[in-house]
């Protein structure tokens, strides 16, 4: 954890690849389209990504680069927030900075701004990077485990939902609130989750998960089905 007030700065984790002109029209079509620039912020998945890993509506709407920085080029501009926040998240505050400085105040062409695009373009291609360089060796391990078993010791997913809703320090956590701590689960079983949105019904939210050589997907609500199920049953 990262105490508060502090100012730091974050190099670019990716190197420049090319123009992001592309990313950047895409979004401004979605917002012109569909929605204002506040609403765009908060349901994009990288203001996801950050609450996944524990950061607070407060720090994240903190978060911002510091005013002198930006006298100097894109990649030593330093970030600052407010209160703790997870190390695991620390990697994703400067491109959620750079999306937050693109969407909100939408600043004039620059090579700045280019780099700061291109800087959201890779932090969003990440994961589908890292999904494309998995070992054969992690695929075989899972393709070994009995059909829709999801663990090398013959857990099931409902199995594991269960056993994550029942533990002591989440009783009192609602499915929803609990439906995080299940994506970073599925990140600890190495089953590369991904999440699929719905903006007009949390219930059919998913998550997109690895399980033998295809993937299988799981809504919100088969899941809080499963917790409810397995409270339910603990309390008879």
């Given at each position: 954890?990262f ?69 100097w ?12 926040i ?38 969003m ?25 999801i ?6 997913l ?15 956590d ?63």
């Open positions: 954890m105490s508060s007030g502090v100012s730091i700065t974050v190099d670019a984790w990716a190197q420049r690849n090319g123009p992001s002109s592309s990313k950047r029209d895409a979004v401004t079509n979605e917002i012109t389209n569909n929605e204002t620039p506040s609403q765009y912020l908060e349901t994009h998945s990288l203001t996801r990504k950050l609450a996944r890993l524990g950061v607070t509506d407060e720090q994240r709407q903190s978060m911002r680069f510091s005013s002198s920085s930006k006298e080029p894109f990649d030593t501009w330093s970030v600052q927030w407010v209160g703790d997870p190390r695991e998240a620390i990697p994703h505050v400067k491109a959620y900075c750079a999306l937050k400085w693109l969407i909100l105040e939408d600043p004039a062409d620059s090579r700045d701004k280019e780099d700061a695009w291109r800087l959201v373009s890779e932090t291609a990440a994961p589908i990077v890292a999904m494309g360089v998995r070992t054969k060796d992690a695929q075989s391990r899972r393709a070994k485990n009995p059909r829709g078993r663990t090398s010791y013959g857990e099931t409902g199995q594991l939902i269960e056993r994550l809703a029942l533990q002591p320090q989440y009783r009192s609602t499915a929803k609130k609990l439906w995080a701590h299940f994506f970073c689960l599925l990140e600890m079983k190495e089953l590369h989750p991904e999440e699929v949105a719905d903006p007009a019904s949390l219930t059919k939210y998913a998550y997109e998960y690895d399980l033998g050589e295809g993937r299988k997907r799981i809504t919100f609500r088969r899941f809080a089905n499963i917790v409810s199920r397995a409270r339910t049953a603990k309390s008879r």
